[in-house]
């Protein structure tokens, strides 16, 4: 021990495990010749260091100024100790507490320092397609318990050779303590399978799959959170074929570019869009198209947008290697039919893909955890998260203030479920439709691997107030089960809670939520989706909402807005016969007559007062969309047609309380018959909704005296509308808030029940 040495206490919080940051504290160390050592804790990492006042000194502002790429500190709390004498600075090993937890990752894409090495024929891993260090690879979806060691992941049938076994160990090195790490020697291998048969391994099944899918096959191949349809982007009779034998009807497929330069080739990207698409978490970027891209009209049919990502496993940028005569752009859709979970398991996705694709590219990496691929779009600079998936799961959404335990099972589509602990709400990853029998398996498996994940045991539970959402059945027999609480709570105030979580609001602050969405079960059994409501997490008044429009068919209407919009027009004494022109004649008379007895004798035609069944009476009216054959088309395809520099507005006047429509499908019917264009239909019709909307804020804020309005719904993800709406309300003075940690749609739903629940019965004590 030198004479003017000295010892500091350094606790660390932040994302610092998993990371590298403590090879990144060793090295520090070592430069600045200090001694003691580091350790992960259950709330962070600890440091002790001995030696000079500079060395130390210089070690501490590393921490916040040159960190390791994922690292991030939140906080650094420095103390003063008696110095100690250690003959070396260590990496102590991690302990984890009885009843602690420790962060887990998600998969994050592949870092750029593999991907040199991927590519580097001097490497010992060149081209192989599980490389991997500490800074990247799969986390989430190949670890089946904790602590996170490997184990307790699906690479324990790989024993390390000892090349990667001296990387492992070594401080100094970039795989150390990175417990996915493999190399051709000791790791998971790729094949081919063609007619049922293995035809090809490793590099050579590789091949084989690039030259399959330039010659226009579709191949099944497996990735990271399960697997995908792979197919030229630029082949119509391929993307055809797919979209025929995935039963996908017109529904949007995703895809994928080698590099930049080939998305901005085929669509316009913007600086904030470059930033997602080169995140870490390598989502889905929802982009406009350029003209004239090539890409085949059957990827995303009437759209004026695509879905692409980047590759973020090595496999991914082996098989888009450029390469003169082979796609740069390839459709990477989930490997299901439509409606299924994505499949994951060898045997079974081999099974289900079988009819879909031609051959597969499979590999033997378990995957533990399906998880499929997020989608997200740009917004005015920031993330508006549409599907909350791989790289964002497990990460929890903080909450404002410590929370007790709480389960919450979501919605019954786009379903995630939410457990809390401390301060943070672990949203699950996007499920998916619960109608599903597949689909509501994983969703119990889930909750049952993040209870255990995050060593949460659940003090109360909430749900939807809808009976017979499976989410709500779960929820019941859980409660009952486990004797808890249960809670069950309506699904706009859900929204609505969602959003002000997200936001950390204060918990008594009031807000004014716009609750736009499909499809929510109201207080009164009636269906809701066009809501105002004025509250907060306690609780709400419903200050607005939709006339109630009789829905024929309840659910299933919402394939056919044709039918929608003739109820509606019945509903509102409008004659459909009378203008019988204008709207859509998908339906023969015979079907006419059925649908007014219907209307006439009120059989299954619920109420409903919601917002995205009026975007889907008004697509059809303006003879834009009929039929649908996925949810939302028709409102989507209302968007697109719009002029977004429409004037003019629709009349939707609010009497006490309820905005009353027939007013404007008089205004939509007169402009019919005018010939106006359906861009200016579709225009002014945005402009009523985002007006009307601003309007009634206006209302409720000289009424409430809140001047925070909260956006939250489904509906929001028309881009439109969502502009139109923020920046008049931002003009009349509100704080707007928005979701961009959670979907706005019911993705994001659990954390909004989970901040109720969270909150009853707790304030006020
Ligand atoms: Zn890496
Ligand atoms: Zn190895
Ligand atoms: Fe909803």
Known sequence: MGQNNIARRIQVQGIVQGVGFRPFVYEQALKNHLTGWVRNSSSGVEIEVNGSPDGIEKLISALSNHLPPLARVDSLQVTEIQPEFFPDFQIFSSQPQPGEYIPISPDIAICADCQKELFNPKDRRYRYPFINCTNCGPRFTIIEDIPYDRPFTTMKGFPLCPQCTAEYKNPRDRRFHAQPIACPVCGPQLNFIAGGEEKAAGEEALQLTRKWIRQGKIIAVKGLGGYHLACDARNEAAVAAMRNRKKRSDKPFALMAFDLASIKAACEVSEAEEELLLSRQKPVVLLNQKPANGIAPSVAPGLDTLGIMLPYTPLHLLLLEPEAGYPDLLVMTSGNMSDEPIAY???????????????????????????????????????????????????????????????????????????????????????????????????????????????????????????????????????????????????????????????????????????????????????????????????????????????????????????????????EKIDWDEHTSLVDSSLCSADRSILLAQLQNSINTPQTSSMGRLFDAVSALAGICAETSYEAQAAILLEVAANPAATGRYPLPLKAGVWEIEPLLQGIIADLYQNDSKAEIAGKFHNSIALAAIEVCEAARSQSGCSAAALSGGVWQNRLLLRKTVSGLESKGFTVLTHHQVPSNDGGLSLGQAWIAANAEFTGK
């Open 345 to 571: 398991i060898d045997e079974d996705g081999i099974k289900r893909l079988q009819p879909i694709a031609d051959a597969v590219l499979n590999h033997n990496r378990p995957i533990h955890m399906r998880v499929d691929d997020s989608v997200v779009r740009e917004e005015r600079g920031k993330i508006y998260p549409i599907r909350r998936a791989r790289g964002y799961a497990p990460d929890a959404v903080t909450l404002s203030q410590d929370v007790p335990q709480v389960l919450a099972t979501g919605a019954l589509l786009k379903n995630t479920f939410c457990l809390t602990r401390d301060k943070y709400a672990f949203i699950s990853h996007h499920i998916g439709d619960l109608e599903n029998y597949e689909t509501y398996r994983s969703f119990k498996e889930g909750v049952a691997h993040y209870q255990n994940l995050f060593r949460i045991t659940p003090e109360r539970v909430v749900c939807d107030l809808h009976p017979d959402y499976l989410s709500t059945r779960y929820a019941l027999e859980f409660s009952q089960e486990h004797q808890l609480p249960v809670l069950q709570v309506q699904h706009h105030h859900a929204h609505l809670a969602s959003v002000i979580a997200e936001n950390h609001l204060p918990v008594d602050e009031q807000v004014i939520g716009l609750c736009f969405d499909g499809t929510g079960y109201g207080t009164d059994g009636k269906i809701w989706g066009g809501e105002v409501l004025v509250g907060n997490c306690h609780g709400y008044q419903r200050y607005a909402h939709l006339a109630y429009q009789p829905l024929p068919g309840g659910d299933a209407a919402i394939h056919h807005p044709a039918r929608i919009a003739l109820a509606y027009l019945w509903n």
